[in-house]
């Protein structure tokens, strides 16, 4: 059973940034690959970014292409969303997933352990 714990979320300005943390449970964390999901209020849970076990590989929803960034490292057990130029359609609480695979996936239905969430608010 693979344990996610996220962190960093909080209230910022449009414009500003964050930087999310989703530290891991597992020792062999590097055989999971790695994604983050967000939701709002009223809507459905939406890929937002995901990385390969190795970092080789990541994917990006549209909507924030160009302003997050998503990484880990493995020494650490901890994947990261870095999210820059940050709006008001952002906010959301965000979750962090993991599933055993060497490839990686954009839906939520192919994650099998998932965090807690953060609320992250971004005010206009």
């Known amino acids: 059973q693979v344990q996610l714990v996220e962190s960093g979320g909080g209230l910022v300005q449009a414009g500003g940034s964050l930087r999310l943390s989703c530290a891991a449970s597992?020792?062999?964390?590097?055989?999971?690959?790695m994604g983050w999901f967000r939701q709002a209020p009223g809507n459905d849970r939406e890929f937002v970014a995901a990385?390969?076990?190795?970092?080789?590989?990541?994917s990006y929803a549209d909507s924030v292409k160009g302003r997050f960034t998503i990484s880990r490292d493995n020494a650490k057990n901890t994947a990261y969303l870095q999210m820059n130029s940050l709006k008001p359609e952002d906010t959301a609480v965000y979750y962090c997933?993991?599933?055993?695979?060497?490839?990686?996936?954009?839906?939520?239905?192919?994650?099998?352990?998932w965090g807690q969430g953060t609320q992250v608010t971004v005010s206009s």
């Open positions: 597992e020792r062999t964390f590097s055989s999971y690959a």
């Open positions: 990385i390969s076990w190795s970092g080789s590989r990541t």
């Open positions: 997933a993991a599933v055993r695979t060497n490839t990686y996936y954009t839906g939520a239905s192919e994650y099998d352990y």
